[in-house]
């Protein structure tokens, strides 16, 4: 069985789909937090959740579903990019092989894999009918 030749995972990629897991991650957990903290129940000064909420500008649900659309964000930039240079280096390889491939083949006579073949047509008299 042939092993596949797969591209390693470079050091900088990692780091940017570490970093947009921990902000998914993170945006879940405050999501969780203020469905939480919304439905507790008792009244406001039990609810530790609600007092926290009274100060930052949103609650606990609206910023988890920031960071987690900015998680979402840098794991699709990362992947494109890294994506285009993985092909990048791909067509590079392919066409070092061709270069290769046409120094090789320099001195030999290469024959096209179709031959055409000329047939001289009649014209065709429609009043003949």
Known sequence: MKKENSKKIQFKELIWYFLAGILGFGGLFMMVF???????????????IKQA????VLDFRIWGIILLAAGLVIALIALVYFA??????????????QRLNAQLTEGMEI?????????ESTPVDDKAK
């Not at 909420?53 to 930052?56: F, G, L, W």
């Not at 285009?84 to 092989?97: L, N, P, V």
Request: net charge positive.
């Open 84 to 97: 285009r240079s993985a092909d990048r280096d791909i067509e590079k390889a392919i066409r070092r092989q």
């Open 34 to 48: 203020g469905i939480i903290g919304h439905h507790l129940g008792g009244n406001l000064e039990q609810n530790f």
């Open 53 to 56: 909420e009274k100060n930052i």
């Open 111 to 119: 024959k096209p894999a179709v031959q055409t073949i000329e047939v």
